[in-house]
């Protein structure tokens, strides 16, 4: 990046949230890490919201960073945030895994506040400026700069998968989503599946069309390429070696695992993380073989989410279900066949199961990445462990050929696939654990964040 270049971040959540006493506190998580080191470096601006409603705080400095708070009123939070980014858009763009819903009632506080997001942005918005927006609550907002801003270098990078053609087509407001989006001059995927997906919607419902690997849409050239987001390899190897970590996951391997192997899921409890057919293939694997309850062991957490929503509170129910059949069956009084913990865990916990576990089980129906791959393969020994890995998640891009892949649809794939990784020897485990330990370390998040920045200032 030119050094003269000053960076806007534009994201829905400010990099920032309160703590019990009222105070302000780095976010963890990826995309703060990344990206915080460019803003520091030169004077950049945050536009987000703080989480909470009618939060009209404006301004404030923090840990280096200028933040400019985009205020919501509790209407607009259940419209435009709970109504159609994740009632309409979330499942939408996971294959449709539950129908979207397409409200007007919805679509134009979304408008609405896309808009207020583009002028805050705009008010910041200098000379030679470049502006990073992330994900899909704010997809309008590249053009709604654009229109104010038409010389500032644009940015979008969507998190979660971008649907194909056969099903972004059901959207009511498809075309002006797309326009939305064709204001920036860089788009972000995180696959090549998702940037064609887009190509082929721009293509068919826009004027946009392409050429010299490029789109041209309205006299301009628009990049449109897959951005493989990632993690903060070094920090977490480096937590993952500490004491307090090394010591927590011998506890867990004693008492947990009690000489057996431990197979771990972590997913937040939504309904695209196919978390309850995971469970019935562990239950068609117990069926199949049910010496291996005496051999092995599911460890479960689920991480609280969107627990007011009935699609949510449908597969919490399904999840439970499911864990007291298997261990209804399979467990005994002093050796349960399945552990489910439903709560948010610190991260250095987290890292200790990472550690435990010699199966780690991600079997997303559709997920743009899934980061909790990367975080299992960073944190384990370079000489063990198996990952059974969804074919449908972002991941499966870069680990193929470490990770064993799965149909999550199917429960005996998923029953068979979870066999093989149970029994799979050290040699064969540690080679492929090598292959994907390379992977993590030369693409980490600051190494996505660069070279996405890199194509915006060329």
């Given at each position: ?16 949230r ?12 990826g995309?703060?890490a ?12 945050w ?28 209407s607009?939070?259940?419209a ?10 979330w ?8 129908p ?8 134009w ?21 470049l ?8 997809q309008?907002?590249?053009?709604m ?18 649907p ?11 075309r ?71 010591a ?5 391997r ?11 899921g ?60 298997i ?20 991260f ?31 944190a ?20 193929r ?58």
């Amino acid at each position: 990046m030119a050094s003269s270049n000053r960076l806007l971040t534009v994201a829905n959540r400010l990099p920032v949230r309160r703590t019990e006493a009222g105070e302000w506190k780095t976010s963890p998580g990826g995309l703060v890490a990344a990206i915080a080191p460019f803003l520091r470096d030169r004077e950049g601006v945050w536009v987000g919201w703080t989480g909470e409603a009618d939060d009209a705080i404006g301004s404030f400095h923090h840990d280096g960073i200028n933040n400019r708070v985009v205020s919501l009123t509790h209407s607009e939070i259940d419209a435009f945030y709970r109504g159609f980014s994740n009632g309409t858009l979330w499942p939408l763009y996971h294959d449709c895994v539950r129908p979207p819903e397409y409200h007007r009632r919805w679509w134009w506080p979304y408008v609405d506040v896309n808009r207020r997001f583009a002028e805050q942005a705009v008010d910041e918005i200098a000379e030679r400026e470049l502006v990073w927006i992330h994900d899909y609550q704010l997809q309008l907002v590249p053009a709604m700069i654009r229109e104010r801003r038409p010389h500032a270098r644009i940015g979008f990078f969507l998190h979660i998968p971008f649907p194909p053609i056969e099903l972004f087509a059901q959207l009511p407001w498809r075309r002006h989503i797309l326009e939305g989006l064709l204001g920036a001059d860089v788009l972000g995927f995180q696959t090549p599946q998702g940037a064609a997906n887009f190509i082929d919607a721009a293509m068919q419902f826009t004027e946009a069309r392409q050429s010299d690997d490029v789109l041209r849409y309205q006299g301009r050239e628009i990049v449109v390429e897959g951005f493989p987001i990632s993690i903060d390899t070094p920090r977490i190897e480096e937590q993952a070696k500490t004491a307090e970590v090394l010591a927590a996951a011998k506890t867990l391997r004693e008492n947990v695992g009690a000489g057996r192997k431990i197979v771990l899921g972590v997913d937040r409890l939504d309904y695209t993380k196919g978390i309850d057919v995971r469970l019935r293939g562990y239950e068609e694997l117990l069926r199949r073989d049910p010496k291996l309850s005496s051999e092995c062991v599911f460890v479960q957490v689920a991480v609280p989410s969107r627990e007011a929503v009935a699609e949510y509170q449908d597969i919490r129910d399904n999840v439970e279900r499911a864990v007291g059949r298997i261990n209804g069956e399979h467990a005994k009084t002093s050796r349960m066949a399945v552990h489910y913990l439903y709560r948010n865990l610190p991260f250095t916990d987290l890292l200790a199961f990472y550690s435990a576990a010699d199966v780690m089980a991600i079997t997303p129906f559709r997920d743009g990445m899934n980061l909790v791959a990367k975080e299992y393969v960073a944190a384990h020994s370079e000489d063990s462990g198996a990952l059974v890995l969804s074919e449908f998640a972002g991941a499966a891009h870069e680990f193929r050929s470490g990770a064993l892949i799965v149909n999550p649809h199917d429960i005996d794939g998923i029953a068979s696939t979870l066999e093989v990784a149970i029994g799979m020897d050290q040699k064969e485990a540690g080679q492929r654990m090598k292959k994907m330990k390379r992977q993590v370390r030369e693409a980490d998040v600051h190494a996505w964040a660069e070279s996405f920045l890199k194509v915006l200032d060329s």
